[in-house]
């Protein structure tokens, strides 16, 4: 099995402050990852797939890059709606996700 | 617009039974590959388990091979998780997830509400 790692655990940033989320696979996962956020009460939302395209309706100020093992989540701008758990998944082998990076505001 | 809508959890006593269902609507069923995906409160994403578009293929988790079952209608637009065995441990949030076939590898576009499952005596 593929163990998804993130970091920080949790990060607390300013209004209007770059918000940088680090993801890392035990094993290469190509360009097979995905982003989802997580609000308090609410189902997971795409993100990033194909480790760098955002979905359909996600803000630019959201961007991911990274191949292999190692990804960045980046919320260029953090606003308050952007308060959530961050979880990343490799879909190169089966599914996992990492234990989840949570944003909050400073 | 895309809906995914869970039922038919609740609280069941170890060893029991339940079956969910995930109603879709907003887009054309059977032409999409659905998965099903578990949280236990406050804590991380568990992939359970996926079917084909077509119901012919299936694939488990090791965590619950031999215990749960998908199965889907897509005459009724509707997945089913079939539980049984249950145990305390598999008491969790568990969401629909509508998969995206994309170079070879499928990721999750959207997901359900969720339903609660709770194993307890």
């Known amino acids: 099995e593929i163990v998804m790692t993130q970091s920080p655990d949790s990060l607390s940033v300013s209004p209007g402050d770059r918000a940088t989320l680090s993801c890392r696979a035990s094993?290469?996962?190509?360009?097979?990852l995905a982003w989802y956020q997580q609000k308090p009460g609410q189902a997971p939302r795409l993100l990033i797939y194909?480790?760098?395209t955002r979905a359909t309706g996600i803000p630019a100020r959201f961007s991911g890059s990274g191949s292999g093992t190692e990804f960045t989540l980046t919320i260029s701008s953090l606003q308050s709606e952007d308060v959530a758990v961050y979880y990343c998944q490799q879909y190169n082998n089966w599914h996992t996700f990492g234990q989840g990076s949570k944003v909050e505001i400073k | 617009e895309v809906q995914l809508v869970e039922s038919g959890g609740g609280l069941v006593q170890p060893g029991g039974s339940l079956r969910l269902s995930c109603a879709a609507s907003?887009?054309?069923?059977?032409?999409?590959?659905m998965q099903w995906v578990r949280q236990v409160p406050g804590k991380g994403l568990v992939w359970l388990l996926r079917?084909?578009?077509?119901?012919?293929?299936?694939t488990y988790a090791d965590s619950v091979k031999g215990r749960f079952t998908i199965s889907r209608d897509n005459t009724k637009n509707t997945v089913y998780l079939q539980m049984n065995g249950l145990r305390a441990e598999d008491t969790a949030v568990y969401y629909c997830?509508?998969?995206?076939?994309?170079?070879?590898?499928?990721?999750?576009?959207?997901w359900g509400q969720g339903a609660l499952v709770t194993v307890s005596s």
């Open positions: 194909g480790a760098s």
């Open positions: 079917i084909s578009r077509d119901g012919s293929d299936t």
């Open positions: 094993q290469s996962v190509s360009s097979n």
């Open positions: 997830v509508r998969a995206i076939y994309s170079n070879g590898y499928f990721y999750f576009d959207y």
């Open positions: 907003g887009f054309t069923f059977s032409i999409y590959g």
